[in-house]
């Protein structure tokens, strides 16, 4: 693709400007050292690659200049340092959009998708966290009319402007049900960020580095960050794909599980899956996990539907099934062969 031709295209409407802001994200994050080469490729493509890098920068010092007269209110005021410096970051990008219209906005939205701060706190939007606890499977309605079900012990912030509609997954699963509208639904997990227009899917972060996205209806678009050859990554999903990415590993996109896997009722279906993995998935939702005792009970095979968070129950249903004794201690559930 010429710059010519890559000026014309991406979500603001000038693909080379997208570009840009994704390194600039990424050169003023934690891991710039790493991606130095690709930042350095992507710049050496020409003098249009360069004016675009400067003309973000250009927005962020506008941001700065404008956020030492403001006072923005922000909901939930940072407890550390390190959390304040986010704000400040954050809150200037959104000052921006006063002078700068709506090309800033998904300038701001990329260098907020990059931080890892569990809450925008953008002065003038609104802002929420929801979150689930240990055990918990909640449903919450957005003021959009979409509705996002967290999985347990799972954090969310979610950020709406009168242009856009953005939620951080911060960690843990979250099942999207998105209410049609004008402005762009987009979920921001890990390095990526999925783009949604009415849809419903599934979107995990349960392992460090590592994000799983399943689509049940419609269509989304799933963005990976510049890789270090400084090309973008955009794969489109299909009802009943899923994929995962892990920083520039972005696989083709695979069946999924999600259409059988009815997590928000709080129901999981096994089909000859290892015992261990039933036991994984079930202490996930407790306090008392179930603790596998004895060789080779891991490797056993096990099918049907369990109701996931009541562990204590599943664990007695567990030892009925495999004909095992259930041996209850203190903070645990102990499943073993019978004793002799």
Known sequence: MTEQQSDSLGPTGNQLHDEAADWFALMRGPDAKMHQPGFEAWLSRGALHRAAYNRIAEIFSIGKGLKKDAKPEVSQPPSTERWRGRTVLVAS??????????????VAQKIWSHTEAPSSQL???SDQIVKTSVGQIRSFRLADGSIITLDTNSVATVAFSRASRLVRLVKGRARFDVAHAQRPFQVAAGLGIITAHGTVFDVSSERHDVVAVSLLRGAIDVRLAPSKTGRLAVKRLKPGQSLSFQREFFPSPNA????????????????????????ERANRYTAAPIILEGDGLDVIKISGLFRITDTELLAARIARLLNLELVHYPGRMVLRRPQK
Not at 93 to 104: D, I, P, R, T
Not at 256 to 279: K, Q
Request: hydrophobic share 55%; proline share 7%.
């Open 123 to 125: 002065a003038g939007y």
């Open 256 to 279: 999924s599980s999600a259409l059988t896997d009815n997590w928000p009722e709080a129901l999981v279906e096994f089909d000859n899956s290892p015992l261990a993995l039933v036991v």
């Open 93 to 106: 990008l959104a000052l921006c959009l006063a002078v700068l219209g709506w090309w800033g906005w998904p």
